[in-house]
């Protein structure tokens, strides 16, 4: 079992930066691939980004690539994403995942290959 707990979310305006993370709790932690998503209101959940249980492999969606970096501290059992020129498309509820993995390098990047997920927490883009 896997506990994920995000933190981070608020409200900014369009342009600035924020940085989530997800602290991870459990057994195994560091052989668990973990990833991003994000649901907007009426909308369907849908994938940010993904990242390997070493570090090593990451992939973004094409809507935010360039602007955001999923990275992981396996130390400190956290992983983030740092999210910068924000825009008002990019308000959502932010949800944190994560899988066990034999593979040290692959990264998933479907709702249906995760396990477990963390609670959400709520960023808000508005001028």
């Known amino acids: 079992q896997v506990q994920l707990v995000e933190s981070g979310g608020g409200l900014v305006q369009p342009g600035d930066s924020l940085r989530l993370a997800c602290a991870a709790s459990?057994?195994?932690?560091?052989?668990?691939?973990m990833g991003w998503f994000r649901q907007a209101p009426g909308k369907e959940r849908e994938f940010v980004a993904a990242?390997?249980?070493?570090?090593?492999?990451?992939y973004h969606a094409d809507s935010v690539k360039g602007r955001f970096s999923i990275s992981r501290d396996n130390a400190k059992n956290t992983v983030y994403v740092q999210m910068n020129q924000l825009k008002p498309d990019d308000t959502a509820v932010y949800y944190c995942?994560?899988?066990?993995?034999?593979?040290?390098?692959?990264?998933?990047?479907?709702?249906?290959?995760?396990?477990?997920w963390g609670q959400g927490t709520q960023v808000t883009v508005s001028s």
């Open positions: 995942a994560a899988r066990y993995s034999g593979s040290s390098t692959a990264y998933y990047a479907t709702a249906l290959d995760y396990n477990y």
């Open positions: 990242i390997s249980r070493s570090g090593t492999g990451s």
């Open positions: 459990g057994r195994a932690v560091s052989a668990t691939a």
